[in-house]
Nanobody, 117 residues
Framework: QVQLVESGGGLVQAGGSLRLSCAAS????????LSWYRRAPGSQREWLAS???????TYLDSVKGRFTISRDNAMNTFNLQMNGLKPEDTAVYYC???????????WGQGTQVTVSS
C-alpha cells in the first residue's frame, strides 16, 4: 500500500509562511491526483488544493493566491507552500493521493499547523 508522510508543520505568527511536504513511497507519476486537505478543530476535513499528473492545479477560493501546490516527480514528493497565514488557517493538514481508476486512495498521518495572532 502506498504510504504518504507529511512534514513541515509547526507554529508560525500571522502573516508568516510554512511549506508542507508529502513524501510518497511510490512513483507519484502513477497517481491520478495529489491533494492537500485540512481539518480545523470542531470542523470537517476541508479540501484545499489538488495537482494533476500534468501539473494542473486547482484551489479552494479562500486559499487561492496564498497557497501553492507543487510536485517534484523526481523525489516523489508534493508540497504546499503557504504564505500570508492567518489564525483561521490553524488546523491539521493532510496530504492525499488517488490512483488512476480509483483503485486506491490514501492519506498521510497529518501535520499540525498553528498560526498565532
Amino acid at each position: 500500500q502506498v504510504q504518504l508522510v507529511e512534514s513541515g508543520g509547526g507554529l508560525v505568527q500571522a502573516g508568516g509562511s510554512l511549506r508542507l511536504s508529502c513524501a510518497a513511497s511510490e512513483n507519484i507519476m502513477d497517481m491520478r491526483i495529489l491533494s492537500w486537505y485540512r481539518r480545523a478543530p470542531g470542523s470537517q476535513r476541508e479540501w484545499l488544493a489538488s495537482i494533476s499528473r500534468d501539473g494542473k492545479s486547482t484551489y479552494l477560493d479562500s486559499v487561492k493566491g496564498r497557497f501553492t501546490i507543487s510536485r517534484d516527480n523526481a523525489m516523489n514528493t508534493f508540497n504546499l507552500q503557504m504564505n500570508g497565514l492567518k489564525p483561521e488557517d490553524t488546523a491539521v493538514y493532510y496530504c492525499y493521493a488517488k490512483s488512476f481508476g480509483g483503485i486506491w486512495e490514501n492519506w498521510g498521518q497529518g501535520t499540525q499547523v498553528t498560526v498565532s495572532s
